[in-house]
């Protein structure tokens, strides 16, 4: 990463900037803004998994990876380590 100057500027510090301008922002926005895109992004998830239900054309073992995948996608967006099975995912 470079500054508008040219010069190079290492990373942990332009994440730290960048962490600190989200916490400042964030501290500004009222809860209820934050509990709502949380809930948003719950029902978009779970809207997913519906049509995926509902899609007559795939057959159960289909349905069931379609499923598979779009709960593995959602906990990696979290960056939630699952561990299932006994596998690590």
């Known amino acids: 990463m470079s500054d508008q100057n040219g010069y190079a500027v290492p990373a942990g510090l332009y994440y730290a900037v960048v962490g600190q301008m989200v916490v400042e922002h964030m501290e500004r926005v009222h809860p209820t803004v934050i509990s709502n895109a ?5 029902v978009q998830t779970l809207e997913a998994i519906r049509c995926v239900l509902e899609n007559d054309r795939l057959d159960d073992q289909d349905c069931y990876k379609r499923i598979d995948n779009l709960v593995q996608l959602f906990f990696q967006e979290l960056e939630i380590r699952i561990d299932r099975h006994g596998e690590a995912n």
Not at 38 to 42: G, I, P, Q, S, Y
Request: glycine share 0%.
């Open 38 to 42: 949380m809930e948003t992004r719950a």
